[in-house]
């Protein structure tokens, strides 16, 4: 797949003020009012980004696609939520057979997180066609706190900040933030079992593309399920870096960020390398 046909879709003018700190490297929850409706309308006219969707559910559905029971109620709510913005998904259909025609109607990737017990929240289905270095069907049934282990030091620093956030959300409100990655290829699906080349000392400065997640929270009104969506733009570093904020920013995280953290988002062994190549 070509590159063109990969960023099909990746025409937004990105803030970088506000998707990059001006901080040292830490994670933040960085949350703000959205809207809903923005965020899942389609923005590629061009097809391509709904035809790789189509690709991967067809090709291997189970690695992309799960439904627990619990969220049954959250699709169904979904599902109204989407045909009200005009996305057709047919009708008599079973749940697992909504979910695949809902994961091939939306551009973004969305997955719902159910009340279990008082505070926490669990990972009940969704579809992620795209994401970063996870498996959705490996998280299926994992409440947040395990979700976040592999993260090295977000659960110390934000779990109760996060679930004080999420049992207060108000129903029908949103909420959108940005996470930023690191990649050494501009293709969306980073699925762990896929083959791809790591970053290493050895990058080139034409090599290296940041993930930016766009994020949504949205608390369903009648399940009462959090529907969080996912939108994926790559960029290369070389773009970014034309930007004077994004250039100062993203050298401060990479200099500040830590050993651990370093290591989880895939750059222990070419922070240095990069570091180099953005003087």
Not at 20 to 35: I, T
Not at 56 to 79: F, G, K
Not at 175 to 182: A, P, S
Request: charged share 25%.
């Amino acid at each position: 797949m070509s590159s063109a046909e990969t960023n099909a879709g990746n025409h937004s003018s990105l803030n970088w003020a506000r998707i990059l700190p001006d901080a040292d490297h830490r994670w933040a929850m960085g949350l703000r009012p959205g809207e809903l409706v923005a965020f899942f309308r389609p923005r590629d006219p061009s097809g391509q980004i709904l035809a790789e969707r189509d690709r991967w559910l067809s090709d291997s559905p189970h690695d992309y696609a799960a439904l627990q029971p619990v969220a049954d109620a959250a699709l169904r709510e979904t599902v109204e939520l989407a045909r009200s913005q005009g996305v057709v998904v047919p009708d008599q259909e079973s749940p697992s057979d909504q979910l695949l025609s809902l994961g091939r109607a939306w551009e973004s990737d969305f997955v719902w997180m159910v009340p279990q017990g008082d505070t926490s929240w669990t990972l009940a289905g969704g579809v992620v066609c795209f994401p970063s270095s996870w498996s959705m069907p490996e998280k299926l049934g994992q409440p947040l706190r395990a979700i976040h282990t592999p993260v090295p030091g977000l659960n110390p620093a934000l779990e109760k900040q996060i679930e004080t956030f999420l049992n207060r959300m108000q129903p029908g409100q949103a909420w959108v933030r940005e996470n930023v990655g690191f990649s050494r290829d501009d293709q969306k699906n980073h699925l762990p079992s896929r083959p791809r080349r790591r970053l290493d000392a050895t990058v080139t400065l034409d090599e290296v593309f940041l993930r930016v997640e766009h994020q949504l929270l949205n608390k369903l009104p009648r399940s009462g399920a959090i529907l969080f969506g996912i939108r994926v733009e790559i960029v290369s570093l070389q773009d970014a870096l034309k930007d004077p904020i994004a250039s100062t920013r993203l050298r401060r995280l990479l200099t500040t960020i830590s050993p651990e953290a370093a290591e989880y988002k895939g750059l222990a062994d070419a922070r240095e390398s990069i570091v180099a190549l953005m003087r």
